[in-house]
């Protein structure tokens, strides 16, 4: 069966960097891509990213552009999301859920993790 | 970018009754529209996609329509399991956006 298992909470410091694993299972992870998507405490849903595993197609929130970077690791079937010069306001649950391999297909997002919690504090 | 409007922000209904979520999109995005259920402390979970399709193992209580740029997400006869927050997002062009969320309560 799918899993999908994010690395645990972090606590970073303003202007810090952190950098959360998915590491996923059950399927041919380069045959699919991965979504990021966060939510601040007691908000919605914003979409982060997406990123191709099959050919490292990528696409980012223009609001994040510069900051964060979304990488795969197909030999361990594992994505990266790295988010640098941390925000308070980049406080928030950071889910990556299976998405499609293909841009023009991409967005439903069927297998989720279970959140890495990011907490930025001055 | 697409925004999306969810209404209503609440809605309080008892088991057995019927809920229609609607989900207004600024600018066509086709059928390319999903839902998600969302409960307190859980990721949020694929319910419906492309506009009218239920994922696996959804049950068929749930089901999508649309019309134009309006979609309605329609849980048939509510279970107390149902309680949580529904999102909208469409995939029709970059950036995917969200909508702001629809909460359930089953009273």
């Known amino acids: 069966q799918v899993q999908v298992v994010q690395s645990g909470a972090e606590v970073k410091q303003v202007g810090a960097s952190v950098k959360v694993s998915c590491n996923t299972s059950g399927y041919t992870f380069s045959t699919y891509g991965i979504s990021w998507v966060r939510q601040a405490p007691g908000q919605g849903l914003e979409w982060m990213g997406w990123i191709s595993a099959h050919n490292g197609n990528k696409k980012y929130a223009q609001r994040l552009q510069g900051r964060v970077t979304m990488t795969t690791d197909t030999s361990t079937s594992t994505a990266y999301m790295e988010l640098r010069s941390l925000r308070s306001d980049d406080t928030a649950m950071y889910y990556c859920a299976r998405d499609r391999s293909d841009s023009a297909a991409a967005g439903n997002l069927d297998y989720w993790g279970q959140g890495t919690l990011v907490t930025v504090s001055s | 970018e697409i925004v999306l409007t969810q209404s209503p922000a609440t809605l309080s209904l008892s088991p057995g009754e019927r809920a229609t979520l609607s989900c207004r999109a600024s600018?066509?995005?086709?059928?390319?529209l999903v839902w998600y259920q969302q409960k307190p402390g859980q990721a949020p979970r694929l319910l419906i996609y492309?506009?009218?399709n239920r994922a696996t193992g959804i049950p068929d209580r749930f089901s999508g329509s649309w019309s134009g740029t309006d979609f309605t997400l329609t849980i048939s006869s509510l279970e107390p399991e149902d309680s949580a927050v529904y999102y909208c997002?469409?995939?029709?062009?970059?950036?995917?956006?969200f909508g702001g969320g629809t909460k359930v309560d089953i009273k």
């Open positions: 997002q469409q995939r029709f062009n970059w950036p995917l956006t």
């Open positions: 492309d506009a009218s």
């Open positions: 600018q066509s995005v086709s059928s390319y």
